[in-house]
């Protein structure tokens, strides 16, 4: 069976669910151009979760993915905080802030029983997961309404544990990739591989269908991974310029520029690794440091410098997540840029 057949959708090009600068208006555009569009809801509530389904399914009859993160939340320890606040305090000096009356933004919140009770209104044709799979009970709930199962594997062990999960297609993902490492059986950075050494081993191991994910930004790149057996791409940092994605006014003059050209995976910004173009907080502090509260907690006390920098136009305290290969981002509408990488499908 081809991805496309599994999935119900026409082309086999997923928009990669890209937490924090994309919400529905990207999933509706790439799933009408018949691509599958995709939700994040690691930084939704339950409530702007169920508006964006809503508004996906107002707006689209085709097939779209909805998309979690199944981290275990981690028990605060409260002296690596203090030691992680007082590597910050020269930045919150500078930039004249007292980081304890600051609002934090959103968290970062795993699938849970509560967002697997407003997706079954929905009952999505395609749900997937990033940082291995939720609990088998959870699991079980998504697939007792039909949903395709997929999740992000970053090395040939977690691609075969996945399959042993009875999951449903599997993403490869490189190490090109923008955004958060799905990795979740290692955290050893050694560990992850390129795309392009990762898919065909990937390929070899398992019989299910395998999506390449990772510095794919054109259709000869699209033609190049399907040459490598993928079944399908999943594709990001391409899609980050178009008028349907929320990306921020600092992240698109950052992937405009030439600094695109040096990413480097980071934890500052959230405690966990993820792609992101180098920028100062990075090059200070990092870009990885064993000080940083563990994931998601080191967002908290980023927010703050963050919020300060981009109000003056500055994104050096920002995530900027990026993969390695921005060329392809282009400032035009979605499904453009959709039917522009289906021309890499034979
Ligand atoms: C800005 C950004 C945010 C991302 N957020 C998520 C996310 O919320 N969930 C997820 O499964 N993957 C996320 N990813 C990773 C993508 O699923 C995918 O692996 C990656 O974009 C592929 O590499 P590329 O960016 O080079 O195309 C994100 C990637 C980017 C660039």
């Known amino acids: 069976m081809t991805l496309q057949q599994l999935l119900g959708i026409e082309l086999p090009i997923i928009q990669a669910p890209m937490a924090g600068v994309q919400g529905s208006a990207l999933a509706v555009a790439v799933s009408n151009a018949g691509g599958l569009g995709s939700l994040p809801c690691a930084m939704l509530s339950l409530d702007a979760m169920r508006a964006e ?4 399914k107002a707006q ?43 609002p934090v933004g959103p968290g970062r919140a ?8 407003v997706l079954s209104e929905f009952k999505p044709a395609v749900t997937s997961f990033h940082f291995g799979l939720p609990s088998a009970e959870l699991l079980a709930r998504v697939r007792a309404w039909g949903s395709k199962i997929v999740s992000s ?10 399959e042993a999960q009875e999951v449903d297609a599997i993403i490869a993902q490189g190490l090109e990739a923008g955004g958060h490492r799905g990795m979740f059986l290692s955290d050893d950075l050694t560990s992850q591989v390129g795309t392009f050494a990762l898919l065909p081993q990937i390929v070899q191991a398992v019989k299910l269908p395998v999506i390449a994910a990772g510095g794919i930004a054109d259709a000869k790149g699209v033609a190049a991974a399907m040459a490598l057996g993928a079944a399908g791409v999943q594709i990001g940092t391409a899609y980050l310029l178009c008028p349907e994605a929320t990306t921020s006014a600092v992240h698109r003059a950052a992937l405009r520029s030439e600094a695109a050209r040096h990413t480097a995976l980071t934890n500052l910004f959230t405690g966990r690794p993820a792609r992101g173009i180098v920028n100062r907080l990075m090059q200070e502090l990092g870009p990885i440091s064993s000080a940083a509260p563990a994931f998601p907690l080191a967002v908290a006390a980023i927010a ?21 290969n921005a060329s392809g981002c ?17």
């Open 53 to 56: 389904l809503a508004a996906i």
């Open 60 to 102: 689209t009859s085709k097939p779209f993915n909805v998309n979690f993160f199944c981290h275990v939340p981690p028990t605060p320890d409260a002296e690596r905080e203090a030691v992680w606040r007082a590597a910050l305090s020269p930045y919150y000096q500078e930039c004249g802030i007292d980081p304890h009356t600051t």
């Open 304 to 324: 703050p410098l963050r919020a300060k920098a981009e109000s003056r136009g500055s994104g050096e305290f920002s995530p900027l997540w990026s993969g390695q």
């Open 110 to 117: 795993p699938f849970s029983s509560e967002a697997a009770a």
């Open 330 to 346: 282009k400032e035009i509408p979605a499904a453009q840029l959709t039917r522009e990488l289906e021309a890499g499908i034979q």
């Open 153 to 162: 594997a970053t090395t040939v062990d977690e691609a075969r544990w996945l």
